[in-house]
C-alpha cells in the first residue's frame, strides 16, 4: 500500500508540473521582433547594436510597448549586413532576416549603396525600415515618387544629403572665417571625399556653392572609403596650396587620412565629415595622431542638446566604455516606433506608418519629426546636428557657437574652435 502511495504521489507531482508548463506557454509574453542590420564586425554596426539593446533593455524594463490591453517586449534580432565589404549581402542579410527570422522591422545601416538595397527588400515585404545611418536622398525621393510601396520607410539619423551640404558649409564657412582672422588669408579649400553615392551632391554642391562665397577650391580627391594610405593625396593637396580641406568620409578611410594628415603636418584645416573621428577609439585608432580634427557629428559628451541627451550618453559610456557615435540613433528608432505603436494601438504595418508621419518626439539628438517624404527635419527647432573637434585629446562641441549667432541656436557646453597649432605655424612664420 505504501508503495501505491508513493506512486500516486510521483504522479500526481508530474501531472502538476506538466500543467505548470502548460500553463507558462500560454501566458508567454508578446514580442515585436526588430531587426538591426548593420556592419557587425565594424565600429558602426557595434553602435547600431548597442544604442538598440540599451533603448530595447529600457523599455521591456518599463513594462513594454503597450497595445490594448496586451504588452509586446522588444526582441532584438543582430543582422550583420558586411556592407563595408560587400553590399549585396546587405541586401541578403535583410531577406533572411524578414523571411527567416521574421523581424517585423528593421533599422540601421550605414552605406547608402547597402540602404538602398535594403530598402526594395524591406518595401518587397511591406516592412518597416527606419534608417540610422544613411544620408542618401535617393530614398526619401522614392517615397515622393511611389508612397504606396515606399511608406514604410523612415530616416532617423543623419540628416540627408542636402542637410549634410549646408552643414558641412556652415562649418567650412566658420573655419574659413577662423582663417581670415588669424591668418589674414584668404580660404583655399581641398575637397576630400570618399567616392560612394552619398558624397556625390555634396562635392558638386562645394564646387558651385564655395567660391561665390570666397572660398576657392584647389581641387577634389576622391579615394576609395575603404582606402588605407592617402598620402599621395594628402601631398597632393599640400602642393595644391590648400589651407583647408572639406571632409566627407563615412568608411574606415577616415582613420588613415586623420593619421596622415597630423603625422604629415599638412598645413590645412580638416573640417567636413569624419564619422571615424566621432568616437572614443579614435586616437587608439589613429595611433595617436589625428588632434584638431573637426567633424560633423550628432552628440558630444559634454552637450546638452535636449534634456535626453547627456543621460543616454552617460548610460552608453557606462555600458559600453565608448562615446556613442551617430549610429547608435537606433536608440531613438526604437523609442519612436514604441511611441508610434502605442498611439496607433496597433501593430498593423499601415497603423504605425500613419503615425510615424504623425511623429513629434523629443529625442536624444533634437526633436524628430518627418517630412512629407519621411526625412528628419533639420534646422532650428528641430534636429540640428553639432560640429565636434578633438582638442587635447578630447572631442569638444565647437559649432553652432556659442554665442547663438547661428538663428540664436545655442547649447550649454560649447567651446570655441582651434586651428591646428601647426597649420598656424605654417602659414604666420
Keep these: 500500500m505504501k508503495i501505491v502511495s508513493k506512486l500516486a504521489i510521483i504522479l500526481l507531482i508530474a501531472c502538476l508540473v506538466m500543467m505548470g508548463v502548460s500553463c507558462g506557454d500560454e501566458e508567454e509574453a508578446n514580442e515585436l521582433k526588430v531587426g538591426v542590420i548593420g556592419p557587425m564586425q565594424f565600429q558602426m554596426g557595434e553602435h547600431h547594436w548597442m544604442g538598440a539593446t540599451l533603448a530595447a533593455d529600457e523599455i521591456n524594463a518599463a513594462g513594454g510597448i503597450q497595445v490594448g490591453e496586451d504588452s509586446y517586449q522588444i526582441k532584438l534580432v543582430q543582422v550583420d549586413s558586411n556592407e563595408l565589404v560587400s553590399v549585396p549581402d546587405a541586401a541578403s542579410a535583410a531577406e533572411e532576416a524578414i523571411s527567416v527570422d521574421n523581424v517585423d522591422v528593421l533599422i540601421g545601416t550605414i552605406r547608402s549603396e547597402a540602404a538602398l538595397a535594403v530598402q526594395e527588400v524591406a518595401m518587397d515585404y511591406e516592412t518597416i525600415f527606419m534608417v540610422c545611418g544613411s544620408s542618401e536622398t535617393a530614398m526619401s525621393e522614392k517615397v515622393a515618387e511611389d508612397y504606396d510601396r515606399y511608406k514604410y520607410w523612415f530616416r532617423i539619423t543623419p540628416v540627408n544629403n542636402t542637410a549634410l551640404g549646408n552643414l558641412n558649409f556652415l562649418l567650412v564657412g566658420a573655419v574659413a572665417q577662423k582663417i581670415g582672422a588669424e591668418l589674414m588669408m584668404a580660404p583655399k579649400l581641398a575637397v576630400f571625399a570618399e567616392k560612394a553615392s552619398w558624397t556625390e551632391a555634396i562635392v558638386a554642391a562645394a564646387q558651385a556653392y564655395l567660391p561665390p562665397q570666397g572660398i576657392e577650391v584647389v581641387g577634389v580627391w576622391q579615394p576609395s572609403d575603404k ?14 596650396g590648400a589651407n583647408m580641406i572639406m571632409t566627407a568620409l563615412s568608411g574606415p578611410v577616415g582613420i588613415p587620412y586623420s593619421r596622415a594628415w597630423e603625422e604629415l603636418q599638412i598645413p590645412a584645416a580638416s573640417v567636413g565629415i569624419n564619422v571615424m573621428a566621432q568616437a572614443d577609439d579614435f586616437f587608439v585608432n589613429t595611433g595617436g595622431f589625428g588632434n584638431y580634427e573637426m567633424t560633423l557629428n550628432s552628440l558630444a559628451r559634454d552637450v546638452a542638446l535636449t534634456e535626453k541627451t547627456l543621460p543616454f550618453i552617460e548610460a552608453f559610456i557606462a555600458e559600453t566604455g565608448e562615446m556613442p557615435t551617430y549610429n547608435a540613433g537606433t536608440y531613438d528608432a526604437l523609442y519612436v516606433l514604441k511611441e508610434a505603436i502605442e498611439r496607433a494601438d496597433s501593430v498593423d504595418m499601415d497603423d504605425i506608418v500613419v503615425e510615424l508621419e504623425n511623429t513629434d518626439y523629443n529625442s536624444v539628438a533634437g526633436r524628430i519629426v518627418f517630412d512629407d517624404n519621411h526625412d528628419v527635419t533639420w534646422g532650428p527647432g528641430y534636429v540640428t546636428a553639432l560640429g565636434v573637434q578633438w582638442q587635447d585629446g578630447e572631442l569638444k562641441g565647437v559649432w553652432p557657437p556659442a554665442d547663438g549667432s547661428w538663428n540664436g541656436v545655442a547649447y ?18
Design 412 to 429: 550649454e557646453g560649447i567651446v570655441d574652435y582651434q586651428l591646428p597649432p601647426w597649420v598656424v605655424e605654417f602659414w604666420t612664420q
Design 227 to 240: 582606402a588605407t594610405d592617402v598620402t599621395a593625396e594628402l601631398t597632393a593637396i599640400e602642393a595644391a
